[in-house]
């Protein structure tokens, strides 16, 4: 059964201030890992898609990477407008299916 | 494009009526899904749709029903609601995995209370 895992559940940060969220897998075959962003009351906002170990992509402040066991997601001097929910999701080949898990919630401090 | 979008944004209903959600997507997509996000729970999948006239059963489908009777749209039914169905309710849709790119693009919600 495919698992993911995040950490922190919450993170409180200081505008400017970079730090990584976690996304912990167990998949029997990656078919993809995909990151999302929620913010309250809204539905999930796509963001990216990593395939293999080693992947890397970016957008603006955000940074996402690929390993064979987790996936990050990096923010570089986060500004108020980055705080939300951000989900990690994969699918399994031969799966139409994603497993997502339970998130973290971002808070940027101004 | 308006993407996907769910109807309606918020119900109220008691228990043991039954409703309808819509879904609809004007993206061409073959794939479509139906969600619920609890608090700590995370999102669940209860059916979804591999093409038009399909649905396989998701995670969670007990006391939902789901028909694709069109590409395009993707019905959720609710036969006699229950609280423990009182959720925010997320329709997603994607390409087929047979594609290059099979990311799934979600709806606003809808939020459901049963009382």
């Known amino acids: 059964e495919d698992q993911v895992t995040q950490s922190p559940e919450a993170l409180r940060l200081q505008e400017g201030e970079s730090s990584s969220l976690n996304c912990s897998y167990t998949v029997s075959g990656l078919r993809g890992l995909f990151w999302y962003r929620q913010d309250p009351g809204k539905g999930p906002e796509f963001l990216f898609t990593?395939?293999?170990a080693g992947e890397e992509k970016e957008k603006e402040r955000l940074k996402a990477t690929l390993t064979k066991k987790e996936s990050f997601l990096h923010i570089t001097a986060p500004k108020p407008e980055d705080s939300a929910t951000y989900l990690c999701?994969?699918?399994?080949?031969?799966?139409?299916?994603?497993?997502f898990g339970t998130g973290t919630r971002l808070t940027i401090i101004p | 494009n308006a993407g996907v979008t769910q109807t309606p944004k918020f119900r109220v209903l008691k228990t043991g009526q039954s409703m309808t959600l819509l879904c609809a997507q004007d993206m061409n997509h073959e794939y479509m899904y139906w969600y619920r996000q609890d608090p700590g729970m995370g999102l669940r999948l209860i059916h979804y749709s591999v093409g038009e006239g399909t649905t396989a059963k998701g995670e969670v489908p007990d006391g939902y029903n789901v028909s694709r009777l069109k590409k395009q749209n993707f019905l959720l039914g609710l036969e006699s609601a229950a609280p423990s169905q009182t959720s925010v309710y997320f329709c997603?849709?994607?390409?087929?995995?047979?594609?290059?790119?099979?990311?799934?693009?979600f709806g606003p919600g809808t939020r459901l209370t049963v009382t």
């Open positions: 997603a849709s994607s390409y087929s995995i047979a594609r290059s790119s099979y990311e799934q693009y």
């Open positions: 990593l395939y293999s």
């Open positions: 999701a994969v699918r399994n080949f031969g799966n139409e299916k994603l497993t």
